[in-house]
Each structure stands twice: as C-alpha cells, then as structure tokens.
C-alpha cells in the first residue's frame, strides 16, 4: 500500500476562491508530481518537483502554482478558482534512485469542482 | 517524440472470456512501460512493468503483458475476466521528465 495521501478528497467551491490541495508522502521520496485528469481521459502532468526547493511545469500548462519546502510535502495552489479549473488532480511520488525505473505512487486524488 | 496509443477507447468482454488491451509504443530506444489501472473513486494501481529484463511480463490479478519490439507493441492480456476488472486502464511509458499516459481504455465485464 503506497503512503501517499491528498486532502480534501472532493472540494466544490466557488469561483474566485483561493484554495491549495495539499499532497503529502511518508516515503521520503524525492520526486513528486501533479497531474490534471479530467472525466474520462488521460493524465497530464502539470507540475513536478526533482526534491526541496525545486520546481518545474510540466506538459500541461496550468495557473496552478505549486512548492515544496519539504520532501514530503508538495501542494498546489489555485490562487483564484474559475469553472474551467473544474477537474480531478492526481499526485505521485517516486524513487528513482531506489527501484531505477521510475514506478510512481499514486494519491487517491482530489476532485474539484467550480462552480 | 516518444509515445503511446491504446487502440481501444471502450473493450467490453463477457465474465470468463479473455481479455485484450491494446498498445502501441513510439520510441527512439527501448523504453519502460507500465500498464494502470484505476477503478471509479480510487487511486491509480501499478498493474505490471517492462524495464528490458523479460518480454513477457506478469503483473498482479493475473493480467500480463508482452512487450514485442518488431510491432512496437505492449498488449495487456487476460486469460479469464472478471467482474472486478470493469475499470479504467493506462498504458504508460517513462518520458523525459515523468510518465506520459495513453489516452486509456475503459473495460466493461458483462455478467
């Protein structure tokens, strides 16, 4: 069972709202990710993160901001919500360095909602 | 540029029939690739992985896959489908910065 946790599971809230999905991961795993889901297709990467203090955009370009002070802790941020930010995120973890290819760890996601 | 293509949008089988997903790969090298799954209001499953060490390879609740170089492909198979497999699956390779997914395939098991 992998130890890779997101809050909230399900979030509705209304446009122009501030809000951050918090992804935290308990196996001390260097790189993390967020992908963008939306109903019925396929991930996208939108941000990744290499370990503390390092972050990069990925495929996928977002509004979404992303940090990571700490190598368990990799949230993301939507400074002000819109309809179109409507979608499921997805955060991952791996440890390249340990298995040398690049399985991820999947969260369990956070589906958000704008209304 | 490296890639994968699943086939199939939609694979519906009959429970106890085998099962076929398919997937195609574009690569310069000898990638690794994965297969996913997920099922509704869960998290996203490793399945199997190809890392070169063995063409053919098995993953957990008796799904395999065989990687064939000639065809570029690396189809998910099943011997025997159950009602439990109804979900969504992703072949996946490893690109440059992270993993890059296949649009998915979503199986149906009828009874």
């Known amino acids: 069972e992998a130890d890779i946790y997101q809050t909230p599971r399900y979030l509705v809230i209304g446009t122009g709202k501030k809000i951050t999905l918090e992804c935290s991961q308990t196996?001390?795993?260097?790189?993390m990710y967020w992908y963008q889901q939306d109903p019925g297709m396929e991930l996208h990467l939108i941000h990744y993160?290499?370990?503390?203090?390092?972050?990069e955009k990925g495929d996928l370009s977002s509004e979404s901001t992303v940090s990571r002070i700490r190598t368990e802790h990799f949230p993301l941020t939507l400074e002000s919500a819109r309809p179109s930010h409507t979608s499921q995120y997805l955060c991952?973890?791996?440890?390249?360095?340990?298995?040398?290819?690049?399985?991820?760890?999947f969260g369990p996601g956070t589906r958000l909602t704008v209304t | 540029a490296q890639s994968v293509t699943q086939l199939d949008s939609h694979v519906s089988v009959s429970e106890g029939t085998p099962v076929l997903l398919r997937c195609n790969y574009s690569?310069?090298?000898?990638?690794?690739l994965f297969w996913y799954v997920q099922h509704p209001n869960k998290g996203l499953q490793l399945l199997l992985k190809?890392?070169?060490?063995?063409?053919l390879v098995k993953g957990i609740n008796g799904f395999e896959a065989e990687f064939k170089k000639s065809e570029t492909s690396f189809h998910l198979t099943k011997p025997s489908a159950h009602m439990s497999d109804a979900a969504e699956y992703f072949c996946?390779?490893?690109?440059?910065?992270?993993?890059?997914f296949g649009s998915g395939t979503r199986l149906q098991v009828q009874p």
């Open positions: 991952a973890s791996s440890d390249p360095y340990g298995t040398g290819d690049y399985e991820q760890y």
């Open positions: 196996m001390g795993h260097d790189k």
């Open positions: 993160s290499y370990g503390v203090n390092s972050t």
């Open positions: 690569s310069s090298y000898s990638p690794s």
């Open positions: 190809y890392t070169s060490a063995a063409t």
């Open positions: 996946v390779y490893t690109g440059r910065r992270a993993l890059t």
